[in-house]
């Protein structure tokens, strides 16, 4: 395995210098709640939010529980 070593059973992991850098994937600037697509799955949450409290029974349904 890349970035350990086995000695007597057990791994030791190497060094965090060692380890390549990981791109990532959020930038940290937070630009993604300008993107169009959050701002719709936004629109589209609070919609079953509100949908949730006013149709369905509160308590006892799986359904709401996985839409919220």
């Known amino acids: 395995m ?10 030791r992991v190497a060094s ?10 959020v930038l940290p600037h937070g630009g993604y709640r300008k ?3 959050y701002r719709k799955s936004e629109a589209i949450y609070q ?10 029974p509160a308590h ?6 996985q839409m919220t």
């Open 16 to 25: 965090v210098a060692s380890i390549p850098s990981i791109p990532r994937i």
């Open 60 to 65: 006892g349904d799986r359904t709401v529980d």
């Open 2 to 11: 890349k970035g350990t070593e086995m000695t007597e059973g057990t791994a």
């Open 35 to 37: 993107l169009i697509v």
């Open 47 to 56: 919609g079953t939010v509100v949908f949730c409290r006013r149709f369905p």
